[in-house]
Structure formats: structure tokens, C-alpha cells
């Protein structure tokens, strides 16, 4: 069975500060890799998304994630951070085609002045 | 165009009473998928439609939860005798061809 570890709970980090958030998937293959941002109340919204080609994938809002097929790993990135970054990011892997996803548990993220 | 929407965006109801949830998925959309996030389990999925395939209820709780997809497009997720441990923030999705699933605000449902 397909799962996912985001092992950090909560991250701090100051404004302007550069972030990583890490993820770490258990499968078989090589699945779909996506990440997803999650303010207070709201839905999720898609950060980035990988399927195949260039490991190194670029997002929305100055994200970016790198697939490591050696480590199972698909950490999301960020140089400088802004205070409007503060929100539940979530970490999913299906598998290729419209498949139901499997979430990590989120990592979420404070930001401080 | 317009995104996914979800209704309503909160629900409060007592134990023992059923629930509709509603969801309409982008237009064109052929496969929807709802899930449940709560505290201390995070994102789990309940149900998923393909086109005009029977749908995956794998991840459906018990019995008491059902959904369906009328004419390919709305959904509604139905809970019945609702317990507390149903409290959750339920959120629907929508994909079309290219695999990315796209989410809706989500129901808070409240069992008191």
C-alpha cells in the first residue's frame, strides 16, 4: 500500500528565510507527486505536481519540489518566505491516471517577523 | 472558469440525523472523488467516480455513508445516523484527463 511521511509537524521559520518541507513516500513505482497548500478554512489548493520528465518541478507562489527516486523523496522548497506563506502544506501520491490520493499527515507552517 | 463548489459550507446537526453533502465538480470533469479530513487522521478517502464506471467505495467508513453521481456531474454524499466521530471537514475533488485533482472548500459537519 502507498503511503506517505511528512515528518515534521510544525515548522517556523522567520520572513525571508529560506524553507524546506520534507516528504517521503513508500510505493512500488514511480507515482504522481503533488503538493498541496491548505489555509485555515479553506480547501486545497495545488502547489506543484509531478509526473514524469525533469525532477526539478516549479509551482505557484515562488515553489518549487525536487523528485529524488533514491531517497522516495519529494521535499518542497522555498527561498524566501513570506508571512502570506503561513498555511498547512500537504504532501499526496496516486498513482498514474485518476486514482484517489494518499495524504501525508501535512506539515504545518508559522511564520514569524 | 469556475472551480469546484461544495454545500453547504457548514452543517451542524444532532446524533441520530442523516446528512446531505453536496458537491459540483468543474464542468467536464469526469472523475470526482470525496474525502474526509479530520483531527488526528488527516486526509482519507471515502469514494471515487469514474465516468460511467461503478464507483470505488473502498474507503467509505461504514455503511451508514453513501454517495452518488447523478448524470455525471453533481455528487452527494450522504451520511445517516450521524455520529460524533463523523465530525469532519469533507472535501470534495474533480479531475479531468490530466490526472490533477482539483479540491473544493469543503463541508464542516458538526454531530452534536
Known amino acids: 500500500a502507498q503511503s506517505v511521511t511528512q515528518p515534521d509537524i510544525h515548522i517556523t521559520v522567520s520572513e525571508g528565510a529560506s524553507l524546506e518541507l520534507r516528504c517521503n513516500y513508500s510505493?512500488?513505482?514511480?507515482?504522481?507527486l503533488f503538493w498541496y497548500v491548505q489555509s485555515p478554512g479553506q480547501g486545497l489548493q495545488l502547489l506543484l505536481k509531478?509526473?514524469?520528465?525533469?525532477?526539478l518541478v516549479q509551482g505557484i507562489k515562488g515553489f518549487e519540489a525536487e523528485f529524488k527516486r533514491s531517497q522516495s523523496s519529494f521535499n518542497l522548497r522555498k527561498p524566501s518566505v513570506h508571512w502570506s506563506d503561513a498555511a498547512e502544506y500537504f504532501c499526496?501520491?496516486?498513482?498514474?491516471?485518476?486514482?484517489?490520493?494518499?495524504f501525508g499527515k501535512g506539515t504545518r507552517l508559522s511564520v514569524i517577523a | 472558469g469556475a472551480g469546484v463548489s461544495q454545500s453547504p459550507s457548514n452543517k451542524v446537526t444532532e446524533k441520530g440525523k442523516d446528512v446531505e453533502l453536496r458537491c459540483d465538480p468543474i464542468?467536464?470533469?469526469?472523475?470526482l472523488y470525496w474525502y474526509r479530513q479530520s483531527l488526528g487522521q488527516g486526509l482519507e478517502f471515502l469514494i471515487y467516480?469514474?465516468?460511467?464506471?461503478?464507483?470505488?467505495k473502498s474507503g467509505l467508513p461504514s455503511d451508514r455513508f453513501s454517495a452518488e453521481r447523478t448524470g455525471g456531474s453533481v455528487s452527494t454524499l450522504t451520511i445517516q445516523r450521524t455520529q460524533q466521530e463523523d465530525s469532519a471537514v469533507y472535501l470534495c475533488a474533480s479531475t479531468g484527463e490530466g490526472g490533477t485533482q482539483y479540491f473544493g472548500p469543503g463541508t464542516r459537519l458538526t454531530v452534536l
Open positions: 467516480f469514474q465516468g460511467n464506471s461503478a464507483p470505488d
Open positions: 510505493y512500488g513505482a514511480t507515482p504522481y
Open positions: 464542468s467536464g470533469h469526469t472523475a
Open positions: 509531478y509526473f514524469s520528465g525533469d525532477t
Open positions: 499526496a501520491v496516486g498513482l498514474p491516471g485518476n486514482t484517489p490520493l494518499v
